[in-house]
T-cell receptor, first 115, second 113 residues
Framework: EAGVAQSPRYKIIEKRQSVAFWCNPISGHATLYWYQQILGQGPKLLIQFQNNGVVDDSQLPKDRFSAERLKGVDSTLKIQPAKLEDSAVYLC???FGQGDLYEQYFGPGTRLTVT | GNSVTQMEGPVTLSEEAFLTINCTYTATGYPSLFWYVQYPGEGLQLLLKATKADDKGSNKGFEATYRKETTSFHLEKGSVQVSDSAVYFCAFILTGGGNKLTFGTGTQLKVEL
C-alpha cells in the first residue's frame, strides 16, 4: 500500500514570495491533515479536511495561508506571502475517518526555508 | 490549555542500555495517549498507544503505561539498539476532539555502539 506522498521535499524561497505544497493521501482515506513543525517544536495542526470540507482550521493563519482539497483526494497548501517565521517542515497526514483513534499516517514532509 | 511536556534531548545511550523518555500531559478532557517515532528522513510513525487509564501500549520492545493519577505516559525500552536512534514524540487526542493530535516537542535519542 502506497503511503502519503508529498512534494516538493525541500523548498527555499525569499520572504514575501509565494509557495505551494502538494499532498496525496493514502487511497480511500477521507480525512486529511496539514501540520506545521517548526524546528525544536512538535507538529501543530493547521487544517483538517473531511473529504473536500474543512473540519478545523482554527490554527491556520488565514491572512497568508490557504488550503484546498477540491475533489476530496489530494490537497494543496499555499503560503502567500511567506515570512521568515514560516520556515518549518510541513507535514501532511491522512486517516480513514475523522473519528477518535483512526490512525493518522504521515508523509515525509516538505522542508521550507524562507530567507 | 492542552499541552504535552517531554524531557529534553538529545538522550545518548550505549547499545543495550535501558531507555526512559518522560512525558506528562495537561488535558481539559479525557485523552488517548500516543508515542510517535520519526526516523531520519522519514515521516512520523505511530509507535504505540493507550486509550484509558492503566492501559499499557507496547510495540517493538517499547512500552508505556497510561497513568491518570500522575498524568504521565513515559516511554521505556529494556535494551536499545542503534536502529532505535530517532526522534520520539508524545501526543494525545481528546475524546470527542475530532482526532486532533496535540504533540510534545520531541526527544531525540542517539544510540551508540
Amino acid at each position: 500500500e502506497a503511503g502519503v506522498a508529498q512534494s516538493p521535499r525541500y523548498k527555499i524561497i525569499e520572504k514575501r514570495q509565494s509557495v505551494a505544497f502538494w499532498c496525496n493521501p493514502i487511497s480511500g482515506h477521507a480525512t486529511l491533515y496539514w501540520y506545521q513543525q517548526i524546528l525544536g517544536q512538535g507538529p501543530k495542526l493547521l487544517i483538517q479536511f473531511q473529504n473536500n470540507g474543512v473540519v478545523d482550521d482554527s490554527q491556520l493563519p488565514k491572512d497568508r495561508f490557504s488550503a484546498e482539497r477540491l475533489k476530496g483526494v489530494d490537497s494543496t497548501l499555499k503560503i502567500q506571502p511567506a515570512k521568515l517565521e514560516d520556515s518549518a517542515v510541513y507535514l501532511c497526514a491522512s486517516s480513514f475517518g475523522q473519528g477518535d483513534l483512526y490512525e493518522q499516517y504521515f508523509g515525509p514532509g516538505t522542508r521550507l526555508t524562507v530567507t | 490549555g492542552n499541552s504535552v511536556t517531554q524531557m529534553e534531548g538529545p538522550v545518548t545511550l550505549s547499545e543495550e542500555a535501558f531507555l526512559t523518555i518522560n512525558c506528562t500531559y495537561t488535558a481539559t478532557g479525557y485523552p488517548s495517549l500516543f508515542w510517535y517515532v520519526q526516523y531520519p528522513g522519514e515521516g512520523l510513525q505511530l509507535l504505540l498507544k493507550a486509550t484509558k487509564a492503566d492501559d499499557k501500549g507496547s510495540n517493538k520492545g517499547f512500552e508505556a503505561t497510561y497513568r491518570k493519577e500522575t498524568t504521565s505516559f513515559h516511554l521505556e525500552k529494556g535494551s536499545v539498539q542503534v536502529s532505535d536512534s530517532a526522534v520520539y514524540f508524545c501526543a494525545f487526542i481528546l475524546t470527542g476532539g475530532g482526532n486532533k493530535l496535540t504533540f510534545g516537542t520531541g526527544t531525540q535519542l542517539k544510540v551508540e555502539l
